[in-house]
């Protein structure tokens, strides 16, 4: 009986893809990371801060766009699981998108995404007045550092952290693998027909 080498290249492939979607479910379902506090700096109490928008916190610091960007990006970068790393990327996004996204009326003059795909994203909005063009042109007498508790601070950085249930998860990564797998059965269906083989 005559084995059909098409079809066992078929199953090489379904297994390779089986495997593939098993990884990504152990993926989807590591813990989320650890959040930690921002370093040297003072917690937001001020309303809109706490607990009126799900999963949005504020800090008064004095550390640079990139100190803050970096700290959270080495935090958020492992899941408190082991420490397992996991597949980050840095978005560079308009400053005005942070009003659309949180609130519209959150002053900054940077806003950047950390995503982990199919997963999870942390939003990073920060605002630094004496780094803020567009407000030093618009006021005449601009406040350039945060008077908080007796403290002085030159920045303000707000934290929105966006996730989803497994569920959605899990149903969009499977259904990105069974796409995967119809256009690959399509793909060999046309390569491989009768008149795909005519010249």
Known sequence: MAINPMRIKKSKFLIVLLSFWLLGVVYLALPEPVIPNL????KSTEPGDTVQIPGVWAY???LSREEAIGFYQ??????SFLKIPLVTYRLNHPPEYAQETIIDTLKNNFYEELVHPLRESLFISGWIPKEDKVYLAKNKKPITEFLVDGQT???KITL???TSPFWAKFLVWTGIMVL?????SAFKFILFSPWGRRK
Do not use: G
């Not at 080495?74 to 899941?79: G, I, N, P």
């Open 39 to 42: 370093p040297e700096s003072l």
């Open 60 to 62: 008064y610091t004095n």
């Open 74 to 79: 080495e935090a958020f970068s492992r899941s």
């Open 153 to 155: 601070f030159s920045a």
């Open 160 to 162: 929105y952290h966006v």
């Open 180 to 184: 995967i797998w119809l256009l690959f």
